[in-house]
């Protein structure tokens, strides 16, 4: 045989020859245990989340738990029957529902041309009103079926009404619930004694962040619930409460006060008061001063308003002094020397547990023929910010704006001895 043709015979390898090396394989997410990476989950945002998600099977498995924890927590949901048909779905899985801890309950925009062709049917069950009085009717089928999507959410307390931030400004005309109206159904689901509350907010705001001139239609507000034993046993546990008075109308301050007399348990109140007329600014704050209130608040917030009574703010303030730990009051106007009055007061009751306080805007009209005067700080320093660091530790932000406005901030403890000293510094100035 020929050396060619025995070239192309069998080949055999060289014993002493080496097999390739392999490169070993990197390990990635997938090869993590599920505790670690459910650890990781939780440190990204929602959207990045949801990408890790999709990478495969096993990360989508393993990252569930914080998904549903993070995307449930807060649901944005209307009365409407197509967002009840979600929130039933929702209810009925338990591991998802026991995660929902709160709900921004909107009004649906329908449009004008809609409504008066008569092509919006809110998918065969529309919410029943008596049109004679302009009032939802209950008890209505509607409003059961509410009750049991919401029972289902075990863990659900928190609740804030609010016009959609889709749309800057339009009319409740152009709704099939208004504003008002969501109120009425939120106030008979608890009444019903099968969903709980911890915090509620009125949210009359705007998409640009804007006060929308609304209020709560008085005469489209059924006050049965406040004397339901049901419902004060719902209420008794509420802890946050936000309102915005846009009118001055007597009656609503009166009704939110009913309102707040319900709730003992009550910690945090921010309420924006009506800021051209005394008299419902008058009834909240002289009635929140009064010893009849059974709650004693750790936060409270009054914004905007113009009290008469010359020391009912004072009054309010001695209510809650051994509670409050915060304290923001922002462009009210008090008659007389009634501001000074506080400031005063603050020097004679201490505060001990205050934080943190913010005043904005503070203002009164004690000047010549009622002129209005604002807060400043007449001997202001750094040297006197820096001694009042020093000594608690804290954070003094003194900006006295051009106009009618002045910024004074502390964050920080002490906050009530801050609070007694201010009365050496404050003057009123036009």
């Not at 990478?55 to 989508?60: E, I």
């Not at 209810?91 to 998802?96: A, C, F, K, V």
């Not at 929902?100 to 092509?119: C, E, M, N, Y």
């Not at 509350?197 to 949210?203: A, G, P, R, T």
């Amino acid at each position: 045989m020929s050396a060619r043709n025995q070239s192309k015979g069998p080949c055999v390898q060289n014993p002493t020859a080496q097999p390739p090396l392999s490169r070993p394989s990197t390990p990635g997410l997938s090869d993590l245990p599920p505790e670690l990476m459910a650890e990781i989950a939780s440190n990204l945002d929602l959207m990045d989340l949801k990408n890790l998600r999709l990478v495969s099977h096993y990360l989508n498995e393993s990252t569930n738990y914080v998904f549903v924890k993070e995307a449930f927590e807060t649901l944005c949901t209307d009365f409407s029957t197509n967002s009840l048909d979600r929130i039933l779905n929702i209810s009925d899985r338990p591991d998802i529902a026991i995660h929902v801890k709160q709900l921004h309950i909107w009004i649906p925009f329908i449009s004008l041309a809609i409504l008066t062709q008569g092509r919006f049917t809110d998918g065969g069950l529309p919410w029943r009103r008596d049109y004679d009085i302009g009032r939802l009717v209950f008890p209505q089928r509607k409003a059961r079926l509410w009750e049991d999507a919401l029972a289902g959410l075990v863990n659900c307390s928190c609740f804030r009404l609010e016009r959609p931030r889709s749309r800057s400004a339009f009319d409740d005309e152009n709704h099939i619930l208004s504003l008002t109206d969501n109120h009425v159904i939120m106030m008979n689901l608890l009444a019903s004694g099968r969903v709980g509350v911890e915090k509620y907010s009125l949210n009359w705001v705007r998409g640009d962040g804007k006060v929308y001139k609304h209020w709560l239609r008085m005469y489209e507000l059924d006050r049965r619930h406040l004397g339901s034993p049901t419902f004060a046993k719902a209420w008794a546990n509420l802890r946050e409460f936000t309102h915005n008075m846009e009118r001055d109308c007597e009656a609503e301050a009166e009704y939110i006060v009913d309102l707040l007399s319900l709730a003992p348990k009550l910690q945090s109140l921010d309420l924006g008061l009506p800021s051209k007329e005394a008299e419902a600014t008058d009834i909240v704050i002289a009635r929140l001063g009064s010893s009849k209130i059974p709650f004693r608040l750790q936060k409270l917030s009054l914004r905007r308003g113009i009290c008469s009574f010359e020391h009912a703010l004072s009054k309010l303030l001695k209510c809650h002094s051994a509670t409050l730990t915060s304290l923001k009051l922002e462009d009210l106007c008090l008659t007389g020397d009634a501001l000074l009055g506080v400031f005063q007061f603050f020097h004679e009751h201490r505060f001990p547990a205050v934080e943190d306080f913010n005043f904005n805007g503070l203002a009164d009209r004690g000047g010549p023929d009622g002129a209005t005067r604002v807060v400043r700080l007449t001997t202001f320093t750094q040297g006197y910010a820096k001694r009042i660091i020093e000594r608690t530790g804290g954070l003094l932000v003194y900006y006295p704006q051009p106009g009618p406005r002045a910024i004074l901030y502390y964050s920080g403890p002490g906050g009530g001895e801050v609070l007694a000293s201010l009365h050496e510094q404050v003057a009123m100035r036009p």
